[in-house]
């Protein structure tokens, strides 16, 4: 079992930076996909940004390329820093620890934080 805690949301105006952690407990997460998922208001939970076990791949969305960075410190800790927030970016960010060991799939949740872009 992994625990998911999520923190560094809050409010902060269009252009601001925040930079969210998620922090694992319970297995170790070095060999786990990690993502971050964004629901905003009224719409379905998105993949935002995912990093590989190792950190050497990454993904994002093309609407925050270049403004948001994933990265882990691997064993315990990921992070989501994001600069130039827009209005757009406002929602609850979900942590999520992906793992696939076939035939089965070890996927975890986070409880998620609220962000909030003033325009």
């Known amino acids: 079992q992994v625990q998911l805690v999520e923190s560094g949301g809050g409010l902060v105006q269009a252009g601001g930076s925040l930079r969210l952690s998620c922090a694992a407990s319970?297995?170790?997460?070095?060999?786990?996909?990690m993502g971050w998922f964004r629901r905003a208001p009224g719409k379905e939970r998105r993949l935002v940004a995912a990093?590989?076990?190792?950190?050497?791949?990454t993904y994002y969305t093309n609407s925050v390329k270049g403004r948001f960075t994933i990265s882990r410190d691997n064993a315990k800790t990921v992070f989501l820093q994001m600069n130039g927030l827009k209005p757009e970016d406002t929602g609850v960010y979900y942590c999520?620890?992906?793992?696939?060991?076939?035939?089965?799939?070890?996927?975890?949740w986070g409880q998620g934080t609220q962000v909030t872009v003033s325009s």
């Open positions: 999520n620890a992906k793992r696939v060991v076939p035939p089965n799939t070890y996927d975890y």
């Open positions: 319970g297995r170790p997460i070095s060999s786990y996909a």
């Open positions: 990093i590989s076990w190792s950190g050497g791949n």
